[in-house]
């Protein structure tokens, strides 16, 4: 192979910054060496006022923080962070019975957690979904077949003409674009797009998903994009 060759391949190989905020050494060696051979650059911090100020100062794009830390405890450095970087996600590591700091850091604006001990496997499958979903948020056009939905200007656009989207079918399709690829329950749409309190009745779902494939889909009764999982709910796969 090519010496460029080879330099361009090491460099799509780097795909995120990681900073981990964790006073064990064994821990920090194990997840440095864990993240860095999947590919992700990886910082440390060894202390919650070390781990601050290194989030704000080099910008990582995920923290792995845990909720014990000396100097400064990883739920103030949570409440700091974002209140200062509330793009920035977080994973909070949190010890066996800590089941209160779960829920303060999740309201404190944690984007998940993981109990310790925990498998590596489990932890970077997290830190795969969590940048997906951090990257996903941010994007404002999504592109798919002959679509295009621009966020900002809240439009959605079939082969360069515009479509007619109600607001709840505009937020149903921009949901199933920010989480391509999974598999979506109808409780689950209706809990994260509509809200249990308004529509109690997964019916809703389906007459919106009907919509969509007649305003999306070249073939509505033969989907390409939006798949029924029989039993389960729908997964979009544009």
Known sequence: MALKQMVHKQMEKVMAKILVVEDEPNMVAGLRDNFEFEGYEVITAEDGVA???????????????DVMMPRMSGLDVCRRLKAERPAVPIIMLTARGQEMDKVVGLELGADDY?????????LLARVKAVLRRANTQNQQVYKFGEIELDVKGCQVSRGGMPVDFS???FDLLKYFLEHRGETLSRDRLLEEVWGYDRFPTTRTVDTHIVRLRQKIEAKPDEPRFILTVHGTGYRFVG
């Open 51 to 65: 781990g601050l100020q290194r989030a704000l100062r080099e910008s990582p794009d995920l923290v792995i923080l």
């Open 114 to 122: 993981v109990t310790k001990p925990f498998s590596i496997r489990e």
């Open 167 to 169: 607001s709840k079918e």
